[in-house]
């Protein structure tokens, strides 16, 4: 399993996003791509919810349906980098379709062919033509600070890298004097890497009706308790936000940190022991492995 995949809240559209947004990259991108389980957990604090785990392009995503609590908005957005102008083009009708333009699609300095767009629920594609760059990883999500953690990229991602065992920094691209609101220095543009997984970041000092909330979130898959605990007390700079494995971080991004088992437990077909990890969960704001070893198992 991957060490971290992304996480995103829908009202009740989990599957039929997932349908959507596995036939938006088909296997002509050359990863595999598909729904891999589908689980609905009874008796929740939102009803019924629906999770659904797919692949697009060699990366997992989370869907779950648990009401309307949190909206999508472009302080995380996902960036996909094309090969080739028709490509572009392409992804760009399919998923701006009943949605709404940010970015208009069209040539710009640091893209011959680039538009971002909301898709028509709500989540935010930047679709970009590389060029001669080389892709990669095809989907990259993409930070965006602003409001109060405006100018602060640099250090969160210096900080992610501090945690995460496998990370690296790629380039920074800084804004330069003159760019108002911008602040001299701040960044325009940054790439790295946190356990093999690509990610970008951006500053924004201009006005911004949105920041970062729960409906996207990162799951940081772990195999034992003491993993963890080690991103627990890392992360998790919000008290208030704890619960069943979510948390903030000091940048109000939200993080879950789960274990590896409940892959397995969520896949299971008997409906008691289901409820029992269930149940057992919802009383948790960090997860306890042992804990819900043993509803598993009772």
Not at 34 to 51: A, F, H, N, Y
Not at 84 to 113: C, H, I, N, Q
Not at 199 to 223: G, L, P, T, W
Request: hydrophobic fraction near 40%; charged fraction near 25%; proline fraction near 4%.
């Amino acid at each position: 399993m991957t060490k971290l995949s992304t996480h995103l809240w829908f009202d009740k559209e989990a599957r039929e996003a997932a349908e959507f947004y596995t036939s938006v990259f088909g296997p002509s991108n050359g990863k595999d791509n598909g729904i891999k389980s589908t689980t609905t957990l009874d008796d929740t604090p939102s009803g019924s919810v629906d999770l659904v785990t797919i692949e697009l392009a060699g990366q997992q995503f989370n869907l779950i349906s648990a009401g309307p609590l949190f909206k999508f908005n472009p302080s995380v957005s996902f960036l996909v980098a094309c090969s080739s102008k028709d490509e572009v083009d392409t992804l760009w009708k399919k998923l701006s379709e009943g949605g709404m333009a940010l970015m208009p699609l069209d040539a710009y300095p640091f893209s011959e062919r680039y538009g971002w767009t909301q898709d028509k629920y709500g989540l935010s594609w930047q679709i970009m033509f590389a060029g001669d760059r080389p892709i990669v990883q095809k989907i990259t999500p993409t930070l965006l600070f602003v409001g109060d953690v405006a100018g602060k990229a640099e250090e969160a991602v210096r900080f992610y890298a501090s945690v995460f065992h496998d990370s690296a920094l790629g380039g920074f691209t800084r804004y330069g004097q003159g760019e108002d609101p911008e602040k001299e220095g701040s960044v325009k543009f940054a790439q790295f890497s946190l356990e093999g997984r690509q990610f970008a970041a951006m500053d924004s000092a201009r006005e911004h009706k949105f920041k970062f909330n729960e409906a996207i979130s990162f799951m940081v898959h772990c195999d034992t308790q003491k993993e963890i605990d080690y991103y627990w007390e890392r992360l998790s700079a919000v008290p208030a936000a704890e619960q069943c494995g979510w948390l903030k971080d000091r940048f109000g991004l939200s993080w879950q940190i789960v274990p590896t088992m409940m892959e397995k437990m969520f896949k299971e077909k008997n409906a008691k022991k289901l409820a029992r990890v269930t149940q057992a969960f919802l009383q948790m704001k960090k997860f306890d492995i042992e804990t819900l070893r043993q509803a598993y198992e009772k």
